[in-house]
Each structure stands twice: as C-alpha cells, then as structure tokens.
C-alpha cells in the first residue's frame, strides 16, 4: 500500500489509490458509520426542532472503542474512587454529554460517510487496473482527517493500542496471526493520516 497524500496547488491534497486500496478504505470507512450509528434520535416524523434540542445519553458507551471515539469530556482527578471531585467531575461529563453527543455522532458518521462517497465516485471512475487519483479541497480534507483518526482510534482500541505503547510490537505478529490485517489497517491509516495533516499545515 502506497499511502501518502500530497499537496495540491492551491491547497487540498491528492492520494493515488488502486482498486485494492479503495475497497479496504472504503469498508473500514462503512463499518466506522456503522459502528458509530445514528444516536438517540427522535421518532421518525416528528418535529425537526426535536433533534436539535434532543437530550443525548448520559453515560459513555459501553463498546470500547466507541468510549474511545467519544470519551468523558472532564476526566477524574486523580483522586480516589467516590470522592468529592470524582463525583463533580463525573456530574459535569455526563452533563456534557447529553447536550453534545448526538451532534458529535452526527458529524463524525457524516465525515466517514463522505470518505465512502469520495471513494465511490473515485472508483466509478477509475480506468480498470490503474490506480485513482483523489483530490480533495481544503475542507474536504478537513473530513478525511477527521475519519482517518476516528477510524485509527478505533482500530487502536480493538487492538488494545495505548496512549503509552504505539503498537511497535504488533508488526512482529506472524502472518498467521488473525490480527495481523488490521494491524496493518492501522500503521496504513497512520501513515495517510500523518500525510495528510502535513499537507494542510500552513507552510
């Protein structure tokens, strides 16, 4: 896999991608949307002012990954279980969580949904056995950038990545390990997105 995003004149940033490429980016992109869901949403025919003003859950979701995608906005001083300052800290994310959560899902599921739609239209028009060539304005980058870390941070949590180990050890794994495709998925993703960002940083 190829897997680096370059500067357009103007800005924005292209990527080469072939058939094999597009397919894998544009499951994990379809399986993150679906991942994510849609949220608490209000009955179907409702009012629309309902969804903007909607309560979202309160507690952070029991999936992993999906905590990791949408983690506690204050998190827990380092303070023992059950005291005064865990408890408030624990009060004042799921306050903020009711309010933001839907929002949030809303507009990462769109964001991986626009990489599935960028790479449906690359591949419909793609020469057969030559690889595409994407390009993508500034704030459709923008987008990508955000779906490429989501999909890593979830990946990284079913593969039990932290924050204090980068996953260096995976690459070790035997071919015949079944982790071994995502692992690969992950250092990709890595890389696409490390490009990525470079191209949009103001030189």
Not at 19 to 29: F, G, H, M, P
Not at 144 to 159: C, F, K, P, Q, V
Not at 182 to 195: D, H, K, S
């Amino acid at each position: 896999m190829s897997g680096r995003f370059e500067p357009l004149p103007g800005g924005g940033a292209s990527l080469a991608l072939d058939e094999v490429e597009i397919s894998i980016l544009r499951s994990l992109a379809m399986q993150l949307a679906e991942l994510i869901g849609p949220g608490d949403q209000p009955a179907e025919g409702g009012d629309p002012l309902d969804a903007l003003f909607a309560d979202g859950p309160s507690k952070p979701p029991a999936d992993p990954a999906l905590a990791r995608l949408f983690p506690d906005a204050y998190c827990p001083p380092d303070q023992e279980l059950g005291s005064r300052e865990e408890k408030e800290a624990r009060e004042a994310s799921a306050e903020f969580r009711r309010f933001t959560e839907n929002d949030l899902r809303a507009r990462k599921r769109d964001d991986a949904l626009t990489v599935v739609r960028d790479l449906d239209s690359l591949a419909s028009g793609a020469s057969a056995g030559a690889p595409g060539v994407l390009e993508l304005a500034p704030e459709k980058a923008r987008h990508w950038l955000t779906a490429l870390n989501d999909l890593r941070l979830a990946i990284g949590t079913r593969l039990e990545v932290t924050d204090e180990d980068d996953g260096g050890d995976l690459l070790r794994l035997p071919d015949s390990d079944p982790r071994k495709p995502m692992v690969m998925a992950y250092f990709w993703l890595g890389g696409l997105q490390e490009t990525l960002v470079e191209t949009l940083m103001p030189e």
